[in-house]
């Protein structure tokens, strides 16, 4: 439950850094990356090299995210053009 935790909270950072800077496309990715070894270390200093999953599973989960807006956005549209064409 925990590792769970740490992959949101990861997450979470991502998505409020790419929401408040400009950064190129693979910074998120390194920081993802350091930030999940630095909460594996945390949660579990035997089982470090943990967090390199814990930074990919929020990058995952960040992707996940991208194509659930985009599928909402693109189902909002398609049932406005239906809307407008009835009204």
């Known amino acids: 439950m925990s590792y769970a935790l740490a992959i949101f909270a990861v997450w979470i950072l991502l998505t409020l850094l790419g929401m408040t800077f400009t950064t190129p496309a693979w910074f998120p990715h390194i920081l993802g990356i ?3 070894l630095i909460l594996g270390a945390l949660l579990d200093q035997d089982r470090w090299y943990l967090g390199i999953g814990i930074g990919g599973a929020a990058a995952f989960v960040t992707l996940l995210a991208d194509v659930l807006l985009v599928t909402a956005d693109a189902i909002r549209a398609g049932v406005l ?3 407008g064409r009835r009204g």
Do not use: E, P
Request: aromatic share 0%; proline share 0%.
């Open 81 to 83: 053009v239906r809307l």
């Open 34 to 36: 350091a930030c999940g």
